[in-house]
């Protein structure tokens, strides 16, 4: 049996054994994260917001109709990439990347019948709770659980965020428009649901179909309101920042915020209606930033800020067609092009943020491409942890670009996002390549066909045409061959790490 000393006193041991046997030349430390600041490792803090653009917040777009004080004050206090990517266009394939460190085209994205995410794939909360870390995420789900899409309500949820590295999970089963309706807390459903509702929509002069206060009918569990999802998700957040405050100090945190907003239905609280200047969008923009103000807030309150990594970053891009830019003059994805699902950089270039006191240096910019997925690879960097073999495969540690360290060469040799109608696009230096005419996406359904005489893919050269504007297909063969065989290489091998 192993002796059960106290805790304190078995570490206070480990680092004496340790320290004689660096002292006596035996042992040469690996480098990881605490090593090089002698801080210990960070809590970590991951929010997610849901369907926001990349020139919604003012740090990203100086003619924002949109005030973000807050995310703009976190990019001041820290480093702000340029060029990000979440790993797919639209939901599903972003969470599942940033969960595992996997590209999304390589795996059955079915989440309405089973857990997308494979049982006995390494997390980035499963990682890090095997290092030591106390794990919780509030929020938007949206991987599935095994055995949809009719549960058996009276049963725990199976394949759901506890049984994938989470250790606490308060949130809704996907998104805000999709039936059925209902909280879960753990591996349980808070009510079933039971209760049917209708389909809403905005009125059709204001938005389309699917933008406004758009949801799905269906049913929903007693005491679920649609309004009050948001701020229901911002208090469970806060109130679990204050009780880790008050009795966990002594094990860093991983807290994954996954917000439900500004995702459909756009449901701003009367404080926040017409503040903006991009309507009722803008305005659930707005509150969406003040629930990120009000989580920094919880971290100063506990004082846990100057030790905690906070990042913010987002799923896919916005549904803003050109008449809302027209109607508010607001561009909700600054100058690039595309929406939600394309695979433009509309589609997947995201804001990224990422505060880290101490260890980050406020105000600082990166042109570096980089993935979501890589988030794993960073994580287990932090720890002095080693990835193994069928785990992250196609994620990279960014650590030693949130440090600011000296390198000759990207983190990444190539990036991949896969657009909601799966094509792929491919980043490779400025190169990007899309093997398929049009958006890949959502654009297509707006009426925006291709021409017959287009080439049949797309290549772009992203530093002198960063809106995607000209087609380089015909002019550039020798580069299309070039990447098109590596993206199949990529695609093949099952991994880019």
Request: hydrophobic share 35%; aromatic share 10%.
């Amino acid at each position: 049996m192993r002796p059960n000393f106290p805790r304190r006193t078995c570490r206070r041991f480990a680092v004496m054994i340790f320290l004689s046997v660096v002292a006596c030349g035996f042992l040469r430390p690996a480098q990881s994260a605490q090593d090089s600041d002698g801080r210990g490792e960070p809590n970590i803090v991951v929010i997610l917001s849901d369907d926001l653009g990349y020139g919604d917040p003012g740090c990203y777009n100086p003619k924002s109709k949109i005030a973000t004080p807050n995310i703009d004050r976190l990019a001041g206090a820290g480093l702000r990439f340029t060029d990000a990517h979440s790993p797919g266009a639209v939901c599903v394939p972003t969470r599942y990347g940033l969960m595992t460190g996997r590209y999304p085209f390589r795996t059955s994205l079915n989440w309405g019948r089973q857990a997308v995410v494979e049982q006995g794939r390494l997390t980035l909360p499963a990682l890090l709770r095997e290092n030591g870390y106390t794990t919780a995420m509030v929020g938007k789900w949206h991987l599935g659980f095994d055995g949809g899409p009719d549960y058996d309500y009276s049963k725990p949820l199976v394949g759901g965020p506890v049984d994938r590295g989470f250790a606490s999970y308060f949130g809704i089963p996907h998104s805000l428009d999709i039936p059925p309706y209902y909280f879960i807390r753990g591996e349980r459903a808070v009510a079933p649901p039971t209760i049917a509702v209708e389909a809403s929509n905005s009125p059709p002069d204001a938005w389309t179909n699917i933008q406004g206060k758009f949801w799905r009918a269906g049913k929903r569990g007693e005491g679920f309101e649609f309004e009050q999802v948001l701020p229901r998700l911002e208090q469970e957040a806060v109130g679990w920042i204050e009780r880790y405050g008050e009795s966990q100090r002594e094990k860093p945190f991983f807290l994954y915020v996954a917000l439900t907003s500004p995702h459909t239905p756009w449901l701003p609280s009367e404080r926040f209606r017409g503040k903006s200047g991009a309507g009722l969008y803008g305005d659930f923009v707005q509150q969406t930033d003040d629930v990120i103000g009000r989580i920094l807030a919880a971290l100063d309150r506990q004082k846990l800020s100057d030790n905690t990594l906070v990042i913010f970053t987002n799923d896919n891009g916005p549904i803003w067609y050109e008449r809302d830019i027209e109607r508010f003059g607001h561009r909700a994805n600054a100058h690039l092009r595309g929406i939600k699902g394309d695979a433009w950089e509309g589609g997947h270039r995201v804001p990224f943020i990422a505060r880290w006191p101490g260890v980050i240096k406020p105000g600082r910019v990166s042109d570096e491409t980089i993935s979501q997925t890589d988030l794993l690879a960073t994580a287990a960097a932090i720890v002095g942890a080693e990835l193994p073999e069928d785990a992250g495969e196609d994620s990279f540690d960014l650590s030693p670009v949130l440090r600011g360290e000296d390198r000759d060469a990207p983190i990444r040799p190539a990036t991949i996002a896969t657009s909601s109608q799966r094509v792929l696009a491919l980043r490779q230096g400025p190169w990007k390549l899309i093997p398929a005419q049009g958006s890949g996406g959502f654009i297509k359904r707006a009426g925006n066909e291709p021409s017959p005489d287009d080439p049949p893919g797309q290549l772009y050269h992203l530093d002198d045409d960063p809106g995607e504007t000209t087609n380089l297909w015909r002019e550039r063969p020798e580069m299309v061959r070039q990447l098109t065989t590596l993206l199949e290489k990529l695609r093949k091998s099952g991994r880019s790490r």
